[in-house]
Nanobody, 116 residues
Framework: QVQVVESGGGLVQAGGSLRLSCAAS????????MGWYRQAPGKQRELVAT???????NYADSVKGRFTISGDNAKNTVYLQMNSLKPEDTAVYYC??????????WGQGTQVTVSS
């Protein structure tokens, strides 16, 4: 069984920063990539950023230049540094683990609220 646990969400004023962390544990055969997705009320879940096992990163256009994803392969951990936060960044942020053998694993989500 695989557990994916996020932490670091909270309430912050516009222009502020938050750092999200995600740790995966359990029986994981392999990790192709880890990433962050978010879902705002009334909207579909969308990609925020991903990082492959080799370190390649991908970002949504809306967060480029403000968010930075990083990872620690040895610890099956991924981080999301979020700077210059905007009210439109308010959402539940979910961590995703892409195991090419077993499929996707998701965390329970962590709330990020940015006040104007």
């Amino acid at each position: 069984q695989v557990q994916v646990v996020e932490s670091g969400g909270g309430l912050v004023q516009a222009g502020g920063s938050l750092r999200l962390s995600c740790a995966a544990s359990g029986v994981i055969f392999s990790i192709n990539a880890m990433g962050w997705y978010r879902q705002a009320p009334g909207k579909q879940r969308e990609l925020v950023a991903t990082i492959t096992h080799g370190g390649s990163t991908n970002y949504a256009d809306s967060v480029k230049g403000r968010f930075t994803i990083s990872g620690d392969n040895a610890k099956n951990t991924v981080y999301l540094q979020m700077n210059s936060l905007k009210p439109e960044d308010t959402a539940v942020y979910y961590c995703n683990v892409d195991d090419p053998w077993a499929g996707d694993y998701w965390g329970q989500g962590t709330q990020v609220t940015v006040s104007s």
